[in-house]
């Protein structure tokens, strides 16, 4: 190193007036402090210039200095500290990147740091479980933003659930937190309430849901999107793209199916069961409204649904054709209501979670009526 830099060489550019000049001997000395054939003289002799410019008067000095060695695993963890300390131009690469300082450290940073120190360390490659509580605690939302957009954050049950406390209907936390790759069921039940429809779906293909709560989300969704449900009026293209997300995250299952259909959504088990069965939703609705009964075994069968709930489903679609809605207040309600009792009271073999959450509806509807 000394053939390069000398030490009367770092007395005379640190005592030049030019920033530019510091700027570029930081630079220059952070290469060199990575070099492997440093001996150990010169390796002492590095680290005093880096201690110096660590202290230049001068920002941009600094700041060279720091993008330089901000990924250094050599850097002397107080001359990080230094620099994690300063002007956010100077501490934001240390405290993005550098792997030298400990939890301590950046806990201290958190504690009396700024938005953006705090954001900073919000988006290391790893945020250990101490740390993000921390941030999630007293950071910004844009900072917890960050951390939950960042999956190299730990974040445990309890800090998913504060996040919620604090930013539960903010925008910029919602989406990054709904997307992240693995989230609590307590965590993903409670943003059900919280977030908008767009991300409830996400949560129902992508998330564990109880299946009452993702029936409900599902049926829920269903209703926003379709003024009625037997007026032609729903948008197929993307009743079908439903149909595959779920089916793709293992929420297409038989009780849903039947649970839809018991609450009037005959669009969305027709479109269902025509992708289960791999047949156009033409072809589907001819054979499920066949009135000589053949055609909904035959495709429910192609369907590879459980033989079991065919009853219930004849059933269902029985109560659609001979009880059409009504036109009058609550006819919607009351027209589930007649459903649900013919299922109750002529079918015996549903399994116990379907028939409590038909009797759950059945109690909701009660009331609406």
Do not use: W
Not at 98 to 124: F, M, N, P, Y
Not at 148 to 175: K, P, T
Not at 309 to 319: E, K, N, T
């Amino acid at each position: 190193m000394t053939e390069h830099l000398s030490k009367d060489d770092v007395v005379r550019l640190l005592s030049d007036p030019s920033p530019n000049t510091r700027a570029d001997l930081a630079a220059k000395v952070a290469r060199q402090f990575e070099a492997a054939e440093l001996s150990d003289s010169e390796r002492t002799l590095a680290e005093e210039i880096i201690r110096a410019m660590a202290r230049d008067a001068v920002v941009r000095v600094r700041q060279s200095l720091a993008e330089n060695l901000k990924a250094s695993a050599s850097l002397p963890r107080d001359v990080a500290l230094t620099l994690a300390k300063d002007v956010e131009d100077v501490a934001i690469p240390i405290l993005s990147v550098s792997h030298v300082l400990t939890d301590a450290d950046l806990l201290e940073i958190v504690r009396s740091g700024t938005d953006a120190k705090h954001t900073a360390i919000a988006a290391r490659s790893t945020v250990s479980p101490r740390v993000a509580d921390a941030l999630v605690e007293t950071g910004s939302e844009q900072a917890v933003a960050t951390l939950v957009a960042n999956e190299g954050a730990q974040l445990e049950e309890g800090a998913l659930g504060r996040v919620i406390d604090r930013f539960g209907a903010s925008e910029a936390v919602q989406g990054p937190l709904v997307q992240r790759a693995r989230l609590p069921i307590t965590i993903a039940e409670r943003l059900v309430a919280v977030v908008s429809e767009k991300y409830q779906q996400y949560l129902v293909t992508h998330h564990e849901l109880s299946p009452k709560t993702a029936a409900d989300l599902i049926l829920q969704s269903r209703e926003r999107a379709t003024v009625t449900l037997l007026n032609g009026e729903s948008d197929e293209a993307a009743l079908e793209r439903l149909v595959v997300q779920l089916s793709r995250s293992g929420r297409l299952t038989p009780p849903l199916l039947v649970r839809a259909l018991c609450m009037g959504d005959v669009g969305f088990f027709e479109a269902a069961v025509a992708h289960l069965a791999g047949v156009p939703l033409t072809n589907a609705r001819l054979l499920i409204h066949d009135v000589g009964r053949l055609g909904l075994k035959s495709i429910y069968d192609r369907a590879k649904m459980p033989p079991a709930l065919l009853p219930a489903c004849r059933i269902a679609l029985d109560v659609l054709k001979e009880t059409p809605y009504d036109g009058e207040e609550h006819d919607r309600e009351r027209h589930r209501r007649r459903m649900i009792e013919r299922i109750l009271t002529q079918y015996e073999d549903l399994a116990a979670d379907d028939l409590d959450y038909l009797l759950d509806k059945l109690g909701d509807l009660m009331q609406a009526g």
